[in-house]
T-cell receptor
Framework: EPEVTQTPSHQVTQMGQEVILRCVPI?????FYWYRQILGQKVEFLVS????????KSEIFDDQFSVERPDGSNFTLKIRSTKLEDSAMYFC??????????????FGPGTRLTVL | SQQGEEDPQALSIQEGENATMNCSYK?????LQWYRQNSGRGLVHLIL?????REKHSGRLRVTLDTSKKSSSLLITASRAADTASYFC???????????????FGKGTKLTVNP
């Protein structure tokens, strides 16, 4: 069964460093998402991406964040200068369709980011 | 703002019993999805119910949706120890042009199934 994959599973970084989280969405999906979950809190939407551009982003997704689809399979989230409060589990998701009745989003296993 | 909120926050049952979790939300939706998360792991998609549907089944799962009350329930029948996990509902917003793509998650119900 096709699934979303993410690498690395755990990333430890120093405050102020840049990190890139990688995702491979399900191959026939066209819509891609990043969410995060701070320990003990809700899963929060960060950004959605379609046709090589951001289609929606949350207030969390500020100038420190960027997303890219560098090739036909990968989808990346970059945090330019990490802060302690960026420590969280980051989930990539993909869906075949966008909003409406068919927005069934499938999530990857997550990357646990620890900022020291 | 739109929110999915589950209750109870925690539920402990014996293997073989049924588990019922509820979710409430605030705004009109296109669909509501239920996910499972084992401790510290990824989100597993369980089921999607559309706003024009009232009930849906998948194996031991039964989901209902009442749009007039803005609520949904997830029933797991004949529970197993392996069902122990946190369960989340997630909604997307309805609106013109299809609404929003983002899913809004609740805090989840932590289910423990004792062998």
């Amino acid at each position: 069964e096709p699934e979303v994959t993410q690498t690395p599973s755990h990333q430890v970084t120093q405050m102020g460093q840049e990190v890139i989280l990688r995702c491979v969405p399900i191959s026939n999906h066209l819509y891609f998402y990043w969410y995060r979950q701070i320990l003990g809190q809700k899963v929060e939407f960060l950004v959605s991406f379609y046709n090589n551009e951001i289609s929606e982003k949350s207030e969390i997704f500020d100038d420190q964040f960027s997303v890219e689809r560098p090739d036909g399979s990968n989808f990346t989230l970059k945090i330019r200068s990490t802060k302690l409060e960026d420590s969280a589990m980051y989930f990539c998701a993909s869906s075949e369709w966008a909003s409406g009745y068919y927005n069934e989003q499938f999530f990857g296993p997550g990357t646990r980011l620890t900022v020291l | 703002s739109q929110q999915g909120e589950e209750d109870p926050q925690a539920l402990s049952i014996q293997e073989g019993e049924n588990a019922t979790m509820n979710c409430s939300y605030k705004t009109s939706i296109n669909n509501l999805q239920w996910y499972r998360q084992n401790s510290g792991r990824g989100l597993v998609h369980l089921i999607l119910i559309r706003s024009n549907e009232r009930e849906k089944h998948s194996g031991r799962l039964r989901v209902t949706l009442d749009t007039s009350k803005k609520s949904s329930s997830l029933l797991i029948t004949a529970s197993r120890a392996a069902d122990t996990a946190s369960y989340f509902c997630a909604t997307d917003a309805a609106g013109s042009g299809g609404g929003s793509e983002k899913l809004v998650f609740g805090k989840g119900t932590k289910l423990t199934v004792n062998p």
